[in-house]
C-alpha cells in the first residue's frame, strides 16, 4: 500500500487515529523504504528538539521576568518626550535623572553636564553631544567601520520633514536610541537598555532596536526609511528640512 | 469582571516562550524582544483571555502576532541595515554539539515565515495540528501543507 507524504508525517507526529495509524504500521513492516521515510520524519523532529532544548534551561533574563511580574518595562526604557518637559531647569532634570534613569544608564553616562559625554541635559531637553552628536552627524549608515561606538541604524523624516535617526552607543552598555535634528542640535526622542554584542562584536545597529525604539522609530516615520544615497544627501544638508 | 491574574503561570511559561521566539528570530536578543513584547501584551489583555483557553496556546499566538508585526515593521527598515554579518547565532557551547545545533538554527532561519512558524510549532513546541493551526489561524490543511514543506526543505538543508 502507498502513502503519501502527509499521512506518514502525521503518523509520525502522533495525529492519526486507531485505524490508520495500524495501516501504517502494518504497511511500514512489511517496506523498510516506507519504515525508513517515518525514521527521517521522527530524526528530524529530534534534532530540531535537540536544537532548542537548551534555551529552556538557560536562565531568564531579569527584564523578561520583570516584565512577567508586571514590571512593565520602565524599568529600562525612558520617554524622553513624556519626561522632559522643555521649561525645566537643570536641577529638577537631574532630580528625574536620579530617579528614573539612574541604573539604567548607570548614571555618570548621563550627569556627565556639558561638553564631552554623549548625552548631555540643556534646558531640559536631552541632546546628543560628544561621540554621539558627531555620529549623528557624521556617520553613513551604509558606510560605517563595524567596531564604531556608535553605530548609526535607519535614517528617516517625520511628517513635519525633520530628520531623525536611530543609533546604538556603546559605552560600558549598549544603549539605543532615537535622536532627531531640531534647532541645529539632535534631540533625543527615546534611550533604551540594549544588550551589547557578544564576544566583543558589534551588532548592526538596526537588528538590536529594544521594542521602545522601534515602537518610537514606528509611530515617528513617515514613509519608507531614507536609502543611502538620500541619506548622504541629507548629510550634505547638515540634516536641515530644507524648503 | 477583573482580568485573572495571569502573572504566576507567566513567568512559568517564560523558557517555552524564549525557546518559540529563539527558534522563530534565530538569535537571543531579538527572540527576548519578542518575548518581552508578548508578556506586557498578555498582560495589557489578560481580559480577553477566555476561561477555557490554555493560556499556553493564547500565548502562543501572541508571539506569533507580535513577530508577524515586528517582520513587516522590520521589512521597512531593512534595506539601511549595514550589511548584517550572519554572525548572529548565539549558541551555548556547553549543550549537545554546537555545530549540529548551529546548522539546525540556521536551517530554521531559512524557511518562509509561515513554514517556520508551523515547525516551531508543531515540532519544537510539541503542539497538537490542531493547536498549531489554531495559533496560526488557519485550517488544520493549511497548517499540514506548510509543516510538510517545511520538513522537505529542512530534509534537504541537512542532509
Redesign the interface.
Known amino acids: 500500500m502507498n502513502f503519501d507524504d502527509e499521512t506518514l508525517m502525521a503518523y509520525a507526529d502522533g495525529e492519526l487515529d486507531g485505524t490508520a495509524r495500524a495501516a501504517v504500521e502494518a504497511a511500514m513492516a512489511a517496506d523498510a523504504a516506507l519504515a525508513e521515510r517515518v525514521a527521517r520524519h521522527h530524526e528530524l523532529r529530534r534534532r530540531l528538539q535537540a536544537a532548542f532544548e537548551p534555551v529552556l534551561t538557560e536562565p531568564v533574563p531579569q527584564r523578561l521576568l520583570a516584565g512577567a511580574r508586571g514590571a512593565g518595562s520602565a524599568g529600562n526604557v525612558i520617554a524622553l518626550k513624556a519626561r522632559a518637559a522643555p521649561h525645566w531647569s537643570w536641577p529638577q532634570w537631574g532630580a528625574i535623572a536620579a530617579s528614573l534613569v539612574i541604573g539604567v544608564l548607570s548614571g555618570a553616562l548621563l550627569l556627565r553636564r556639558g561638553e564631552g559625554g554623549p548625552i548631555v541635559a540643556v534646558n531640559g531637553q536631552m541632546l546628543a553631544g560628544g561621540v554621539l552628536a558627531s555620529a549623528l552627524s557624521n556617520q553613513l549608515a551604509s558606510a560605517q567601520p563595524s567596531d564604531a561606538v556608535v553605530q548609526i541604524g535607519v535614517s528617516f523624516r517625520t511628517r513635519d520633514g525633520a530628520y531623525c535617526r536611530t543609533f546604538v552607543l556603546q559605552d560600558g552598555q549598549a544603549l539605543a536610541g532615537l535622536a532627531c535634528h531640531e534647532r541645529g542640535s539632535w534631540q533625543l526622542q527615546v534611550l533604551a537598555q540594549s544588550e551589547p554584542g557578544r564576544g566583543g562584536a558589534y551588532r548592526p545597529a538596526g537588528s538590536s532596536l529594544p521594542p521602545a525604539v522601534a515602537r518610537t522609530l514606528d509611530t515617528l516615520i513617515a514613509g519608507e526609511p531614507l536609502d543611502a544615497a538620500a541619506e548622504a544627501a541629507a548629510r550634505t544638508r547638515n540634516w536641515s528640512r530644507g524648503q | 469582571m477583573p482580568a485573572p491574574d495571569l502573572?504566576p503561570e507567566?513567568?512559568a511559561l517564560?523558557?517555552?516562550l524564549?525557546?518559540f521566539a529563539?527558534?522563530l528570530c534565530g538569535n537571543a536578543?531579538?527572540a527576548?524582544?519578542l518575548?518581552?513584547?508578548t508578556?506586557?501584551r498578555a498582560?495589557k489583555h489578560a481580559g480577553q483571555l477566555r476561561p477555557d483557553s490554555q493560556l499556553a496556546g493564547w500565548t502562543f499566538g501572541i508571539v506569533r502576532n507580535a513577530w508577524i508585526d515586528?517582520q513587516r515593521?522590520?521589512g521597512?527598515?531593512?534595506?539601511?541595515?549595514?550589511?548584517?554579518?550572519s554572525?548572529?547565532h548565539?549558541?551555548?557551547a556547553t549543550?549537545?554539539s554546537q555545530a549540529?545545533?548551529l546548522a539546525?538554527?540556521e536551517a530554521?532561519q531559512r524557511l518562509p515565515e509561515e513554514q517556520r512558524l508551523a515547525?516551531a510549532l508543531?515540532?519544537?513546541e510539541?503542539l497538537?495540528?490542531k493547536e498549531a493551526a489554531h495559533i496560526m489561524e488557519v485550517p488544520v490543511g493549511t497548517l499540514?501543507?506548510r509543516?510538510?514543506r517545511g520538513?522537505?526543505a529542512?530534509?534537504e538543508l541537512?542532509t
Do not use: K, M
Open positions: 502573572r507567566l513567568i517564560l523558557p517555552r524564549r525557546r529563539r527558534a536578543h531579538d527576548d524582544d518575548v518581552q513584547t508578556v506586557e498582560l515586528e515593521a522590520r521597512r527598515r531593512t534595506r539601511l541595515f549595514a550589511p548584517a554579518e554572525g548572529e548565539v549558541a551555548d549543550h549537545g549540529e545545533l539546525v538554527q530554521l515547525v508543531v515540532l519544537i510539541g497538537s495540528y499540514t501543507s509543516l510538510a520538513r522537505e529542512l530534509q541537512l
